[in-house]
């Protein structure tokens, strides 16, 4: 069975600075792996995600995330922090594609991400 | 208008009470799915359907039922609420394909008191 880690229940940062959030997946099969935002008050959705090919996928909003499978980790990436980032980001693993798979999504815990003026 | 509506926005009740929950859709997707999230366990899956006559148990359904009134209708029910059913609900749906992704509702906060 798949499982996700996140590391860290809330990282605060300064405005301008690196945003890093950790992702740790379990997996006995190569995972699809995913990254999704939850705004105040608001659903989640999907930031980026991994399926196959190219390890750095980028996302919206200028986030990025690559998968190392000998890390076995996705973690999520963003050059500088801009106030309107805050929110909660969950990371997301399937054993299953994409394409006809949402039921067997395993979430992580959330980070919740606050940005510091 | 949004495209995964859900109904009521906030609830409270008493244990005991049978309570329902309602989403529609108008992105015209066949997969409904119902999640609930707690602070610090993240989502986890209650029921979900892949067409009207298609309907799963996810990793928490006890305590629970739905209904699937139409494609773009699902309804989540708790036939006795009891307190640890405190909680944030998401509707979401999706479709199918390359691009297959969750579409989430902005949630019901039920309390249970």
Known sequence: AQSVTQLGSHVSVSEGALVLLRCNYSSSVPPYLFWYVQYPNQGLQLLLKYTTGATLVKGINGFEAEFKKSETSFHLTKPSAHMSDAAEYFCAVSDLPPQGGSEKLVFGKGTKLTVNP | ?113
């Open chain 2, 1 to 113: 208008d949004a495209d995964v509506t859900q109904t009521p926005r906030n609830r409270i009740t008493k244990t005991g009470k049978r309570i329902m929950l309602e989403c529609s859709q108008t992105k015209g997707h066949d997969r409904m799915y119902w999640y609930r999230q707690d602070p610090g366990l993240g989502l986890r899956l209650i029921y979900y359907s892949f067409d009207v006559k298609d309907i799963n148990k996810g990793e928490i359904s006890d305590g629970y039922s739905v209904s699937r009134q139409a494609q773009a209708k699902f309804s989540l029910s708790l036939e006795s609420a009891i307190p640890n059913q405190t909680a944030l609900y998401f509707c979401a749906t999706s479709g199918t394909g390359d691009n297959e992704k969750l579409f989430f509702g902005s949630g019901t906060q039920l309390s249970v008191l």
